[in-house]
């Protein structure tokens, strides 16, 4: 059975940084393109980046871009997203998903092999 588990999440200030991580068991990390996704309340669930399976193409929402980082290590089985100078408008549950047919590799992508269960995260003003 494949398990995707977010972890990382909390309640931060503005302009500080987190680092959420999704490991994956029950599949082999590496076969798969990864990504983040975010729901805030009230709002549809939207792309945040994604990477290949390789690591070597990422992709990244325009709100997030420069300031977030996604990243991956096969040998671990985990992704990670890196947030830095985080804002209040950053506030939703963080999603990671997996999926084995590229369809994650464009900005905006909306499905998935596999999902998680999410993470919180808050950022107060």
């Known amino acids: 059975q494949v398990r995707l588990a977010e972890s990382g999440g909390g309640l931060v200030q503005t302009g500080d940084s987190l680092r959420l991580s999704c490991a994956a068991s029950g599949i082999s990390f590496s076969t798969l393109d990864m990504g983040w996704f975010r729901q805030a309340p009230g709002k549809e669930r939207e792309f945040v980046a994604s990477i290949s399976q390789s690591g070597s193409i990422t992709y990244y929402a325009e709100s997030v871009k420069g300031r977030f980082t996604i990243s991956r290590d096969s040998v671990e089985n985990t992704g990670y997203l890196n947030m830095d100078s985080l804002k209040p408008e950053d506030t939703a549950v963080y999603y990671c998903?997996?999926?084995?047919?590229?369809?994650?590799?464009?900005?905006?992508?909306?499905?998935?092999?596999?999902w998680g269960q999410g993470t919180q995260v808050t950022v107060s003003s």
């Open positions: 998903a997996a999926d084995r047919h590229y369809r994650l590799r464009r900005v905006g992508s909306s499905t998935a092999d596999y």
